[in-house]
T-cell receptor, first 109, second 113 residues
Framework: DAKTTQPNSMESNEEEPVHLPCNHSTISGTDYIHWYRQLPSQGPEYVIH???SNVNNRMASLAIAEDRKSSTLILHRATLRDAAVYYC??????????FGTGTRLTVIP | DAGITQSPRHKVTETGTPVTLRCHQTENHRYMYWYRQDPGHGLRLIHYSYGVKDTDKGEVSDGYSVSRSKTEDFLLTLESATSSQTSVYFCAITPTGGTDTQYFGPGTRLTVL
């Protein structure tokens, strides 16, 4: 599976939108872009995924660049419970998910 | 909640002893996975299973074996634990008929002294 690049850490103020970037310049045409997050002392939690079009669900939105070489996870209104490590993962044909080191999001009250 | 439980949740053992971790799911999902998580490495796949008695290795399988004799249980065994296997172990499943998303258990913290 192709690799992704994310900032190590980001901060956001509570109740403000958060844009978490991910670069994946070697993405293949069949790779899906998945986002997971891991709250402290818990297992990873699925957030959202997409292939080409932007996606929305109750947790977040995923904006995918037209060339698919980057994507952005958008939390519309950060809460303290959103403080976590966010992982951007490319999922092709393999069964496993390749977790990098992710972005640690700190939400400031 | 995908009905995944892991046992034990915490374990301390000594080098050279055998250890078995259990992952149990209640919804007959076909795919199950074992990952380990260490500081600075994210999660890494140890082994996975795609059915009863069907298993395959992941990227860090050395020193580990697995078994799946029934759909609901996926066992991870450290035949002779070493200090380098001190880690947090997560089990995951992919829902049958789902979209390749994975759902994770709560984890087992293993310390090998």
């Amino acid at each position: 599976d192709a690799k992704t690049t994310q900032p190590n850490s980001m901060e956001s103020n509570e109740e403000e939108p958060v844009h978490l970037p991910c670069n994946h310049s070697t993405i293949s045409g069949t790779d899906y872009i998945h986002w997971y997050r891991q709250l402290p002392s818990q297992g990873p939690e699925y957030v959202i995924h997409g292939l080409t079009s932007n996606v929305n669900n109750r947790m977040a939105s995923l904006a995918i660049a037209e060339d698919r070489k980057s994507s952005t996870l958008i939390l519309h209104r950060a809460t303290l419970r959103d403080a976590a490590v966010y992982y951007c993962i490319l999922k092709g044909g393999a069964n496993n998910l390749f977790f990098g080191t992710g972005t640690r999001l700190t939400v400031i009250p | 909640d995908a009905g995944i439980t892991q046992s034990p949740r915490h374990k301390v053992t000594e080098t050279g002893t055998p250890v078995t971790l259990r992952c149990h799911q209640t919804e007959n999902h076909r795919y199950m996975y074992w990952y380990r998580q260490d500081p600075g490495h994210g999660l890494r796949l140890i082994h996975y299973s795609y059915g009863v008695k069907d298993t395959d290795k992941g990227e860090v399988s050395d020193g580990y074996s697995v078994s799946r004799s029934k759909t609901e249980d996926f066992l991870l065994t450290l035949e002779s634990a070493t200090s380098s296997q001190t880690s947090v172990y997560f089990c995951a499943i992919t829902p049958t008929g789902g979209t390749d998303t994975q759902y994770f258990g709560p984890g087992t913290r293993l310390t090998v002294l």
